[in-house]
């Protein structure tokens, strides 16, 4: 008992200090305010998203909060990071028994598990505890989709709360570089090339937040750390896929992100059987490497036999894998756009009609489309622009709409078709945006 408190000390160092590091604590997203929110309900939190998107970080937010704003006794605050393999021999009862007995917490305690996903049985553990009412808030993270999986669901339907954790979004790309946007309306050109230079570094270095202060020699080997780190751990460790073809499959599927693909088509590049491409997306899906997009349909089976598009959950991480010869400013605006639709809980598809006419993304309301979206990097260009105009049209027209959004990189304007109302909108801007 006496090893797992000398293990557990290493991570709760406030037992020690009464306080949370600021190295640790780091700097505040939108998603800390909304967890803080949180504190005082009954349910159980649960954090999900990609490896080194931020949620470890969250928890010690959320820590330095309870300590220094509503003066909880450090006694009271237990976190446990299932990584460590030390305590990897060590049951939830073990663990949770050492903290209650050497620290002999009085009142409510606040129970912080990090990478649940590695401790079997948590769920059950944890149901357990919530239904006899013992005075713990519970704080989950996980980096994988299953921890919401029907077999966990089950067990903790109506006794959770979760919420997915993405990279920063480029508002707070900006935030993270002291660089503040109250109205972009009434920035001084200063301002915006300040914010333009982020926007290029945001568009292909992405927005992990540990990178943001790391130059740029060092990203790219980062970068590559953590599509590894993604790979083994949370994959084939997971998993028990073959190394190898995970990582040749999510590197092609990230070089070409936004591009229609099929499970045949992917069968005659791979070789592998359909059951073997499926379970493997899957895995990348659950990883949250990449997420698949599907053509809108009122037919649920047609939507999943056309072909899908995939993306990628950061661009840089894309461009770290990617087998790229150019710098794909297109394809990563796209990305960008599509993560931030992901960001703001859109029902997000792509559309494309008989003649071939297509719009990258179509967002659904309640049973309607009520939005489309063309992106564009260069519209000046009178052929892709005519192209990109003539989807985006017949879109507006097929589902009644009178308004639709080109994002550019740079250009802004408006023009008129058949009466309905087309927006040039340069990307930091649509990125700025609150909806």
Known sequence: MNDIIRILSDW??????????????????????????????????????????????????????????KAVSPRRILLVNFEDQALAHYSLDDIFNAFQTHLAPEGEIYLFLDEIQQKSGWERWLRKKYDLKENIQFFLTGS?????????????????????????????????????????????????????????DYLFNGGFPELVFHKQN?????????????????????????????????????????????????????????????????????????????????????????????????????????FKFSRDTGRLMENAVFMELKRRSKDVFYWKDKRGREVDFVIREGMNIQHAIQVCADPEDEKTNKRELAGLNAALQAFDLKRGVIVTLDTAGETKMENRRITYVPISEWLLAED
Not at 34 to 50: A, F, P, Q
Not at 186 to 191: E, G, I, N, R, T
Not at 246 to 253: F, M, P, R
Not at 264 to 285: D, K, M, Q, S, V
């Open 218 to 322: 060092l990203k790219r080997r980062l970068l590559n750390q953590y599509f590894s780190d993604i790979v083994y751990r949370d994959i084939v460790y997971r998993h028990g896929c073959h190394a190898a073809r995970i990582k040749d499959l999510s590197g092609y599927l990230m070089t070409n992100i936004g591009t229609l693909t099929t499970m045949r088509a992917l069968r005659g590049i791979f070789g592998y059987g359909l059951n073997t491409i499926g379970e493997y997306l899957g895995y990348l899906e659950d990883a949250f490497l990449v997420f698949q997009m599907h053509v809108f349909d009122f037919s649920v089976k047609k939507q999943l036999v056309n072909p899908r598009k995939v993306y990628a959950v950061d661009n840089g991480l894309r461009n770290a894998v990617a």
């Open 144 to 200: 994988c989709a299953g921890l919401l999986a029907p077999e966990y669901a089950t067990l903790l339907t109506g006794r959770n709360i979760a919420s997915t954790i993405y990279p920063l979004s480029f508002k707070e790309a900006l935030s993270f570089s002291g660089i503040e946007v109250a109205d972009i309306s009434l920035l001084s050109q200063k301002k915006r090339n300040r914010i333009n230079k982020v926007l290029m």
């Open 12 to 69: 709760n160092l406030w037992w020690e200090t009464g306080h949370v590091s600021p190295e640790l604590a780091g700097k505040r997203r939108g998603y800390t305010q909304r967890l803080l929110e949180l504190v005082g309900t009954r349910e159980i939190k649960i954090l999900t998203g990609v490896r080194r998107s931020g949620k470890s970080t969250l928890f010690y937010q959320l820590i330095d909060w309870l300590l220094s704003e």
